[in-house]
C-alpha cells in the first residue's frame, strides 16, 4: 500500500509566495516521476508541472517562470515553490506519484487560496 501526503497548502495574498511539499510511502518499486496537478473551483483538474527521471522538468505555461518543482528521489519528496500568486492559481492542489504507465498514486488534495 502506498500512501501519498501533501502538506503546505493555505491563504495567502496575490503577490505572494507558498510551497507544498509531498511524500510517497509504503511497498513501492522506484518512482518514476511525480507532479503537482490542480482543480479550480468548477473546473477539470490540470496538470501544474511534473519532474521525472533525471530532474527532467515539465511546466504548465500559466505557472512558467512563477513556479518551481524539486524532488528528492532518495526521500520520496516533491516540492512545488509557487511565487508572484494571483486569485486564478487558487485551487486544490493534487500530488501524483507515478511508479509505470500502469500504476499511479494521488494525494488528499491541499487547498491553496489566494486573494486579491
Known amino acids: 500500500h502506498v500512501q501519498v501526503v501533501e502538506s503546505g497548502g493555505g491563504l495567502v495574498q496575490a503577490g505572494g509566495s507558498l510551497t507544498l511539499s509531498c511524500t510517497a510511502s509504503g511497498s513501492m518499486f522506484s518512482i518514476n516521476a511525480m507532479g503537482w496537478y490542480r482543480q479550480p473551483p468548477g473546473k477539470q483538474r490540470e496538470l501544474v508541472a511534473t519532474i521525472g527521471s533525471f530532474a527532467k522538468t515539465t511546466y504548465a505555461d500559466s505557472v512558467k517562470g512563477r513556479f518551481t518543482i524539486s524532488r528528492n528521489s532518495a526521500k520520496n519528496t516533491v516540492w512545488l515553490q509557487m511565487n508572484e500568486l494571483g486569485p486564478e492559481d487558487t485551487a486544490v492542489y493534487y500530488c501524483?506519484?507515478?511508479?509505470?504507465?500502469?500504476?499511479?498514486?494521488w494525494g488528499q488534495g491541499t487547498q491553496v487560496t489566494v486573494s486579491s
Open positions: 501524483h506519484v507515478r511508479i509505470s504507465r500502469a500504476l499511479e498514486y
